[in-house]
Nanobody, 117 residues
């Protein structure tokens, strides 16, 4: 059974940085496409970034140039480095895992990021 545990969220001032981590268990991590999504209050859950099994990355336009997704297969962990944070980045950030060539998604419980002025 897939388990995803996010960490690293918190309160940060605008312009600051945070690094989120998501550690997976119960899977062969290197076979999974990993992603970060976020959901602000009253809004839908949106894609932030994804990273393929081969390391190819994809970003939402709103975070390009500010956020970086990376993975460490030896640690079963995916990271999201967030720089130049803006008020609008405030959201619960969720980790998602999907086995390559599968349509089944597994989600973590999320970690809250609050950006203050």
């Amino acid at each position: 059974q897939v388990q995803l545990v996010e960490s690293g969220g918190g309160l940060v001032q605008a312009g600051g940085s945070l690094r989120l981590s998501c550690t997976a268990s119960g899977i062969t991590f290197s076979n999974y496409v990993m992603g970060w999504y976020r959901q602000a209050p009253g809004k839908q859950r949106d894609l932030v970034a994804t990273i393929s099994t081969g390391g190819s990355t994809n970003y939402a336009d709103s975070v390009k140039g500010r956020f970086t997704i990376s993975r460490d297969n030896a640690k079963n962990t995916v990271y999201l480095q967030m720089n130049s944070l803006k008020l609008e980045d405030t959201a619960v950030y969720y980790c998602k895992a999907r086995q390559e060539y599968s349509v089944i998604n597994s989600w973590g419980k999320g970690t809250l990021v609050t950006v203050s002025s």
